[in-house]
């Protein structure tokens, strides 16, 4: 390898490092964050903490979100910020990252389809007969990456590099799978003036890149407008974010000299702190609030909590899995380096929790049924429970790969390359 390569590669772990750090301790935070959610709404402040959060502080925005509340405000205004966060990763890996070329897209592509898929035919089938459920399907079809990674953190040596590697390539990937579906699945009634300006919007954005305009202010700017206008257009307002990340200019490389001149990096080292640590679990503890005071065995196995939870347990661990399967045995990719096939099953197993983008995807499912919201929350707390503790389980147990070298995918992961 030579010396600009090596440089190149060691830039990469270093800003993998950085990502899978950040990522564990938000998801750490995330899970403190549901917590202190759920003993508040089981308190006698339970009243309290749902009021405070509905409360109508204004203005009305749009018609369609009526006055505007705590919640909404989290939800449709601070989420987009996560979800130009969320853009802005799934860029770089794809222009210079782990997912930068079609060799490296091929182990984590197979895993991340069929990891959405069978969530969603697990629950259609299991709510088959309540047609007014339907609309759920997508809950529990994406992954919480910051809650995967936040427990694949507490395992330290047990969870390879390769390992981590491949949780967070099938999340990107399942990521794209989400914002598609929350664009095309759960998109109102469109209202083409709003929807012409965000395209005007769009453009100018895109003009001003192609003028290598690298000033933040013009693109804040300009990221703001497009909010708003996707908020009004009927497109959910948080796709906002993830298409203006593909409008910031962005210098193609490596280290602290590419980073100073890419408007991208600056911007999501601005915010990645801030999503992790604020916004996030701020989404969490205002969508975590269950209240478990009159919940019985019936609750549990209704169709809607039943579906969503066996949708992730089950769903995700076999559709993940049966993609690395098949990937690797039709030769379509290689098998990670250092790691077992019963390693590989348990990550399959972590992709179960959904949490955060489960949460998501049911406000949007269901947005004038507070009370199918509350039977989802069981599902996709018991799914993403379960699927946490058992799949840390077995990667305690599981014995390691007797060739694995810790320093063996230091630089690039085994298998998406």
């Given at each position: 390898?030579?010396?600009?390569?090596?440089?190149?590669?060691?830039?990469?772990?270093?800003?993998?490092?950085?990502?899978?750090?950040s990522?564990a301790?938000?998801g750490?935070?995330?899970?403190l964050?549901?917590?202190?959610?759920?003993?508040?709404?089981?308190?006698?402040w339970?009243?309290l903490?749902?009021?405070?959060?509905h409360a109508?502080?204004?203005?009305?925005l749009?018609?369609?979100?009526?006055?505007?509340t705590?919640h909404?405000?989290?939800?449709?205004?601070?989420?987009?910020?996560?979800?130009?966060?969320?853009?802005?990763?799934?860029?770089?890996?794809?222009?210079?990252?782990h997912?930068?070329?079609?060799?490296q897209?091929?182990?984590?592509?197979?895993?991340?389809?069929?990891?959405?898929?069978?969530?969603?035919?697990?629950y259609?089938?299991?709510?088959?007969?309540?047609?007014s459920?339907?609309?759920?399907?997508?809950?529990?079809?994406?992954?919480d990456?910051?809650?995967?990674?936040?427990?694949?953190?507490l395992?330290g040596?047990h969870?390879p590099?390769s390992?981590k590697?491949m949780?967070v390539a099938v999340?990107?990937?399942?990521?794209?799978?989400?914002?598609?579906?929350?664009?095309?699945?759960?998109?109102?009634?469109?209202?083409?003036?709003?929807l012409?300006?965000?395209?005007?919007?769009v453009?100018v954005?895109?003009?001003?890149?192609?003028?290598r305009?690298?000033a933040l202010?013009?693109?804040?700017?300009?990221?703001?407008?497009?909010?708003?206008a996707?908020?009004?257009?009927?497109?959910?307002?948080?796709?906002?974010g993830v298409?203006?990340a593909?409008?910031i200019?962005y210098a193609s490389?490596?280290g602290?000299?590419?980073?100073?001149?890419s408007?991208?990096?600056?911007?999501?080292?601005?915010?990645?702190?801030?999503?992790?640590?604020l916004?996030?679990?701020?989404?969490?503890?205002?969508?975590a609030?269950?209240?478990?005071?009159?919940?019985?065995?019936?609750?549990?196995f209704?169709?809607?909590?039943?579906g969503i939870?066996?949708?992730?347990?089950?769903?995700k661990?076999l559709?993940?899995?049966?993609?690395v399967v098949?990937a690797?045995?039709s030769?379509l990719?290689?098998?990670?380096?250092?790691?077992?096939?019963?390693?590989?099953?348990?990550?399959?197993?972590?992709?179960?929790?959904?949490f955060?983008?489960?949460?998501?995807i049911?406000?949007?499912?269901?947005?004038t049924?507070?009370?199918?919201?509350?039977?989802?929350?069981?599902?996709i707390?018991?799914?993403?429970l379960?699927?946490?503790?058992?799949a840390?389980?077995l990667?305690?147990?599981?014995?390691?790969?007797?060739?694995?070298?810790p320093?063996?995918?230091s630089?690039?992961?085994?298998?998406?390359?």
């Amino acid at each position: 390898m030579s010396s600009n390569s090596s440089h190149r590669a060691g830039g990469h772990g270093s800003v993998l490092r950085r990502f899978l750090a950040s990522e564990a301790a938000g998801g750490v935070v995330l899970m403190l964050a549901a917590a202190i959610a759920i003993l508040i709404a089981n308190s006698p402040w339970g009243g309290l903490y749902h009021d405070v959060l509905h409360a109508s502080t204004g203005p009305t925005l749009s018609e369609k979100l009526g006055p505007m509340t705590l919640h909404l405000w989290i939800n449709d205004g601070l989420m987009s910020i996560f979800f130009l966060l969320v853009g802005m990763e799934i860029r770089r890996e794809l222009v210079d990252g782990h997912l930068a070329t079609w060799e490296q897209r091929r182990l984590p592509a197979l895993p991340a389809m069929l990891g959405m898929a069978f969530p969603a035919l697990i629950y259609l089938a299991i709510t088959r007969d309540v047609p007014s459920l339907g609309n759920g399907w997508a809950i529990p079809a994406a992954t919480d990456i910051a809650f995967a990674i936040g427990a694949l953190a507490l395992m330290g040596r047990h969870a390879p590099l390769s390992l981590k590697l491949m949780l967070v390539a099938v999340a990107i990937l399942d990521d794209m799978g989400a914002v598609a579906i929350i664009a095309i699945f759960y998109t109102s009634a469109l209202n083409l003036t709003a929807l012409a300006a965000a395209a005007g919007i769009v453009a100018v954005l895109l003009l001003l890149n192609r003028c290598r305009v690298t000033a933040l202010w013009p693109y804040l700017i300009g990221l703001v407008a497009l909010w708003f206008a996707t908020l009004l257009s009927g497109v959910h307002a948080t796709v906002a974010g993830v298409v203006g990340a593909f409008l910031i200019p962005y210098a193609s490389g490596v280290g602290a000299a590419h980073e100073a001149h890419s408007p991208l990096h600056r911007l999501e080292g601005a915010l990645s702190p801030w999503v992790a640590f604020l916004i996030v679990p701020l989404f969490g503890f205002a969508n975590a609030g269950l209240s478990l005071g009159n919940l019985s065995w019936a609750d549990l196995f209704a169709p809607l909590p039943l579906g969503i939870a066996l949708g992730l347990f089950l769903g995700k661990q076999l559709g993940v899995f049966a993609g690395v399967v098949l990937a690797v045995k039709s030769g379509l990719a290689v098998k990670p380096r250092g790691v077992t096939w019963a390693q590989l099953y348990a990550v399959s197993m972590l992709c179960g929790i959904g949490f955060t983008m489960s949460l998501f995807i049911s406000g949007l499912a269901f947005p004038t049924h507070p009370e199918l919201m509350e039977e989802a929350k069981i599902g996709i707390m018991l799914g993403s429970l379960v699927s946490a503790i058992l799949a840390c389980i077995l990667l305690r147990v599981v014995p390691k790969a007797r060739d694995e070298d810790p320093d063996a995918s230091s630089t690039k992961p085994a298998g998406l390359s």
